[in-house]
């Protein structure tokens, strides 16, 4: 039924390599990548923020987004001194603004948990946002 439907479609997103396989053992003849999570979800949302957002005032400074996604087969501890590397220079440029956004809670991957693999200075001097904390709105 699946293959019937997939023919349908120019493109399909999965979120994680045990569904692009599956995808691929059944010769699905479709372009497929991964994306990780259902953003789709938030289009609604997303579409009244665009509306929302002539009547926000922006800071002077930009923010830079950062999420660390946390799955078994990734190893942050690998570029920890690059991301370090990185943060200081976010930080001591005085034009931008670094922030945290998690996305992942348990049972699913602990995104927040992930910035313990930064010294505690750079953990510090991030702003953290996390919308199970402080609403998904204001995220």
Do not use: H
């Not at 603004?97 to 998690?102: G, H, K, R, S």
């Amino acid at each position: 039924m699946f293959k019937l439907l997939s023919k349908k479609f120019n493109y399909l997103f999965v979120r994680e390599l045990e569904s692009l396989s599956i995808i691929k053992n059944l010769k699905v003849n479709v372009a497929t990548k991964v994306l990780g999570d259902d953003v789709i979800l938030l289009l609604p949302t997303l579409a009244q923020l665009k509306f929302e957002q002539r009547n926000y005032n922006y800071s002077s400074n930009p923010i830079t987004a950062i999420n660390l996604k946390s799955f078994p087969d990734y190893n942050y501890n690998l570029i920890k001194i690059s991301l370090e590397n990185y943060l200081k220079q976010l930080l001591d440029n005085q034009n931008s603004q670094p922030e945290y956004f998690c996305f992942g809670r348990e049972p699913g991957p602990g995104d927040r948990n992930l910035l313990e693999i930064l010294d505690r200075c750079y953990q510090n001097s991030l702003v953290i946002r996390d919308p199970y904390e402080e609403g998904w709105r204001s995220f």
